[in-house]
């Protein structure tokens, strides 16, 4: 079952923003996922590294955002 586009991370994502106002929250996500859905809700990329395994490598991104504020 592919729940992807359908809206369901949105409405979870703005129903902690808005539990969690005027909150610093922040995330660990990857370049293997769609970290670009963070960065259109506003969160800003505060870290970055990169992970070597071998010869495969991905990046790992920290995000922070604090709640209830205007992107």
Not at 18 to 25: E, F, L
Not at 46 to 53: A, E, I, P, S
Request: hydrophobic content about 30%; some cysteine; aromatic content about 18%.
């Amino acid at each position: 079952m592919n729940l992807k586009d359908q809206g369901i991370g949105s409405q979870l994502l703005a129903e902690f923003e808005r539990r969690a106002k005027k909150k610093t929250i922040y995330l660990y996500t990857d370049s293997n996922c769609t970290y670009q859905f963070y960065d259109y809700r506003g969160f800003k990329r505060v870290g970055q590294r990169q992970l070597d395994f071998d010869k495969d490598f991905f990046e790992c991104y920290l995000y922070a955002k604090v709640c209830g504020q205007a992107n």
